[in-house]
């Protein structure tokens, strides 16, 4: 396993338009995370699977975003009538429940929404 | 709410050169704190994670120390290379009703000049 993958890479869409974001963990890793990146921010969390429990939520996950892990593999992360304002990098990470709980984050995929 | 300030926001120096890079956090309440590089327009690569009853970690030329109780971290990175020029970012790791989460910094935007 060489890692966590995410697809797309690059992703550009119209205003309004729905986008989905899939990111497959390291295999063995039961938790795994979305966060969102700005230009010259760093990451902030979005939500958190551990296996295909949805445990926690932020605030910045409006109604129009939704992720799902259903079989504790792979996530995807849905939003719906995209905004100019959701152009970002949203990155997966994953990790194996351990006292270390060390995350391996994937490459991301940047969201351009005009 | 853990907020997590780098400073300073850019650095340039000589190849060769030692260096440090701070970070300060508001919540002293935390589980552990890891550094990442991140490269432009990529995810982010872990490079040491402390938990929180240690004082310091070491990876080859890089050294991470943590003081919990005044909320600060250090990242010194000894001779500094070409391949060292990234953003290096802090988070903070936190335990929150069963769940883990991380709090970034900004990020330090470190420039190594041959």
């Known amino acids: 396993d060489t890692g966590v993958s995410q697809d797309p890479r690059h992703k550009i869409t119209k205003r309004g338009q729905n986008v989905t974001f899939r990111c497959d963990p390291i295999?063995?890793?039961?938790?795994l995370y979305w966060y969102r990146q700005t230009l010259g921010q760093g990451p902030e969390f979005l939500t958190y699977?551990?296996?295909?429990?949805?445990?926690?939520k932020s605030r910045l996950l409006s109604d129009r975003f939704s992720a799902e892990r259903p079989k504790g593999s792979f996530s995807t992360l849905e939003i719906q009538r995209t905004e100019q304002g959701d152009s970002a990098m949203y990155l997966c990470a994953s990790s194996q429940f351990s006292q270390q709980e060390t995350q391996y984050f994937g490459p991301g995929t940047r969201l351009l929404v005009l | 709410k853990q907020e997590v300030t780098q400073i300073p926001a850019a650095l340039s120096v000589p190849e060769g050169e030692n260096l440090v890079l701070n970070c300060s956090f508001t919540?002293?309440?935390?589980?552990?704190l890891q550094w990442f590089r991140q490269d432009p327009g990529k995810g982010l690569t872990s490079l040491l994670l402390i938990q929180s009853s240690q004082r310091e970690q070491t990876s080859g030329r890089l050294n991470a120390s943590l003081d919990k109780s005044s909320g600060r971290s250090t990242l010194y990175i000894a001779a500094s290379q070409p391949g060292d020029s990234a953003t290096y970012l802090c988070?903070?790791?936190?335990?929150?009703?069963?769940?883990?989460?991380?709090?970034f910094g900004k990020g330090t935007k470190l420039s190594v000049i041959p």
């Open positions: 988070a903070v790791g936190t335990i929150g009703a069963g769940s883990y989460q991380l709090t």
């Open positions: 919540d002293s309440a935390i589980y552990n």
């Open positions: 699977f551990q296996n295909e429990a949805q445990l926690e």
């Open positions: 295999s063995e890793h039961n938790r």
